[in-house]
């Protein structure tokens, strides 16, 4: 029953994901046609920015009420799990209150001192009043994780997605003539009714929730509760917050690093919004199947941990390191070969295609640097999370500053290789330590690896046929998807990568689904 509910959210939350990431890259590629390159790089600049303080606000708040409501319905204590949520409400508006007001009255100073581009002032305003709705959508937000409603969650973060597009939609085509400057403000304009929009139907939502427990009885006493509250919420805001001004640093040092190496200011910032804004995006864009295990394991394992079920703790594990592993190296391998197909096909433009080939190894650190962040979480690991968070985003800030002006974007791309191999090697051996897992190397990483690059290099010797046969992008590209993925599960099960036991353990849960 557990593991069927486990796999149903995974799949509703998945597949809500993936839905949001087709229409995160259409909106950027829609974007990047009506703003341009540059364009996309002093958005980024006002996002740098405009992340530290929405981190802030949201980081810490939402998976305390995670934690606690997930513990207070395990004993049966319904009273207290609300009591958590309105402390949350509480401790959420106040901090984002504080911050929205700072990011509000300090525009100015941030625009010429911090970011050294005027242009940026305006959208940062405009942004402010978002933070005290995405505190309290985030609060929301801990709370259906917690109770597992995932579509509640999923459907208030595509509606927001939706509504944002909407309003950019409308406005961009006024405020584009009048410069970049007013461009990203038809973004943030998006971006703040969009979160206005999504508290109000969150809130909508968890009423419906406070209608349901108002019949339960509760047991134990409500005390303690915001030493709890903040435990769990300082540690995760610390090192989320630490993180994202490092991070924030790191960006706001991008372009004039870059300009340092030879290239004007306009094109230092295309640059950098070419790799921030249009590669990357879709770099991540697969994880979208990965990224609901990140949240949804926090719950099981906290109840796992809680339990001391150390069995239960390992055999998830096992399989999350099993799963990421096999779809990463795969989505790995075919960006490397067909990264230029697909730069043509999202862009139409080949040039964000060499930086995706280039960037496309990162890829199964990254992936699984994500998924176990979010078990390290729900292993009650926050410091740990903490201090290597911290190590990683140091070590980013020095080696921006050192490498970019010497070798350009060259530089860039280094240090999100050394900033990823650091981070995941740090975390994925603490988790190890934890759960007491073992790598298997030739199964979970040489074999896929060997398993996909057959198909890779076959196709690559036939790329002038294909060209000639399917002269289409897009026709091109998805029969380089289907013949890809079909050479590689079958070598996967050649080589024992994937076995019947596999299979018969993913038709169980099916089986389950349907009881």
Not at 291 to 308: D, R
Not at 347 to 372: F, N, Q, R
């Amino acid at each position: 029953m557990r593991k069927r509910a486990f796999l149903i959210n995974s799949l509703m939350l998945t597949s809500a994901v993936l839905l949001s990431r087709v229409i995160g890259i259409s909106f950027r590629v829609y974007m990047s046609n009506k703003i341009g390159a540059e364009g996309i790089g002093l958005y980024q600049l006002i996002c740098t920015i405009f992340l530290f303080a929405s981190t802030f606000v949201t980081s810490g708040v939402s998976l305390a009420v995670t934690r606690l409501v997930t513990e207070a319905l395990a004993r049966k204590e319904y009273q207290k799990a609300k009591t958590a949520v309105r402390r949350a409400l509480v401790l959420g508006l106040f901090f984002s209150l504080l911050m929205g007001g700072a990011l509000f009255f300090s525009a100015d100073y941030i625009g010429n001192q911090v970011l050294k581009d005027p242009r940026t002032i305006l959208s940062l305003k405009i942004l402010a009043p978002s933070l005290p709705f995405m505190a309290v959508s985030a609060c929301f937000r801990g709370y259906f994780f917690a109770v597992r409603q995932v579509i509640k969650t999923a459907s208030e973060q595509l509606l927001e997605q939706i509504a944002e597009i909407v309003i950019f939609a409308l406005v961009v085509n006024f405020l584009a003539p009048m410069g970049l400057e007013y461009a990203c403000c038809a973004i943030v304009l998006g971006t703040t009714g969009a979160e206005i929009f999504s508290c109000l139907y969150s809130f909508l939502l968890y009423w419906g929730e406070l209608r349901k427990l108002r019949g339960k009885a509760s047991k134990g006493r409500i005390s303690g509760g915001i030493k709890k509250l903040l435990s769990i919420c300082l540690p995760v805001t610390a090192s989320s917050c630490l993180r994202s001004g490092l991070s924030m640093t790191e960006n706001i040092l991008i372009p004039p690093g870059l300009k340092k190496s030879g290239a004007s200011y306009e094109g230092s910032l295309a640059g950098y919004g070419m790799i921030t804004g249009m590669v990357m995006p879709v770099i991540t864009f697969p994880s979208a199947f990965l990224s609901s295990f990140s949240m949804l394991l926090i719950p099981e394992l906290s109840e796992a941990n809680a339990a001391n079920h150390k069995k239960n703790i390992h055999y998830i594990a096992g399989r999350v390191f099993q799963i990421t592993f096999l779809f990463s190296i795969f989505i790995c391998g075919f960006f490397v070969f067909f990264a230029k197909d697909l730069g043509l096909l999202i862009y139409h433009d080949s040039a964000p295609g060499v930086y995706l080939s280039v960037l496309a190894p990162v890829i199964p650190l990254m992936y699984l640097d994500s998924v176990v962040d979010g078990m390290l979480k729900g292993l009650n690991e926050q410091l740990s999370y903490l201090s290597y968070n911290i190590i990683d985003s140091v070590m980013r800030v020095g080696l921006i500053l050192f490498l970019l002006p010497l070798m350009g974007l060259n530089g860039l791309i280094v240090v999100i290789f050394a900033s990823e191999i650091l981070n995941s090697t740090l975390s994925i051996a603490r988790l190890m330590k934890v759960t007491q897992l073992k790598m298997r190397f030739f199964t979970w990483i040489l074999k896929p690896a060997l398993a996909v690059v057959f198909p890779g290099l076959l196709l690559m010797g036939l790329s002038s046929i294909l060209s000639k046969l399917l002269p289409d992008v897009l026709f091109r590209v998805l029969f380089e998807l289907i013949f890809t993925v079909g050479i590689y599960l079958l070598l996967l099960f050649a080589m024992k990568s994937l076995t019947k036991d596999d299979i018969r353990w993913l038709k169980s849960i099916f089986r389950q689904m349907k009881q």
